[in-house]
């Protein structure tokens, strides 16, 4: 009989980015199990809670970070152990510079710096595409506040 395939196991992550001096930056976390792997935030959907929700949450409890969905960044599947995980990536802007938490490390990023630094070419990859939203939804956030002064 053939052995069955365990369910892909569904997670949220964050792409966590702030409009820095010059230009955006994307905040990374280094991995718990593997403190030489920088990733960006992201774990388990509660039960009840939405993947943007569980996004949120993962910023918040790995970085430190309050922040708001902008958008949705895409997906990315990877094995570890026996398990396969898809990972349900939104961009998440804040104006907070985060604390580490939970033993994590965090880098504040200029994109070009993340792309180097992520431990991932798939998480790199997921970035690259994400990375002309994050742009214009940073520079209509900024146009936005400048209208309000």
Request: aromatic letters at 8%.
């Amino acid at each position: 009989m053939p052995k069955r395939k365990a369910p892909t196991i569904q997670q949220a992550g964050a792409i966590i980015v702030r409009q820095g001096k010059s230009e955006p930056r994307v905040l990374l976390v280094t991995a718990r199990r593997n403190p030489g792997t920088w990733i960006f935030p992201k774990g388990h959907i509660e039960s009840g809670e939405t993947r943007r929700e569980a996004a949120v949450r993962e910023a918040q409890e790995e970085a430190g970070v309050n922040g708001k969905v902008a958008a949705s960044a895409g997906s990315m599947t990877f094995d570890y152990g026996t398990n396969r995980y898809r990972v349900h990536y939104f961009i998440v802007v804040t104006g907070d510079s985060g604390k580490e938490r939970e033993g994590r490390r965090m880098r504040w990023c200029r994109f070009k710096q993340a792309l180097r630094k992520l431990s991932y070419k798939e998480a790199g990859d997921v970035l690259r595409k994400a990375w002309p939203l994050v742009e214009s939804t940073l520079k209509r956030r900024a146009r936005r506040s400048t209208k309000k002064k």
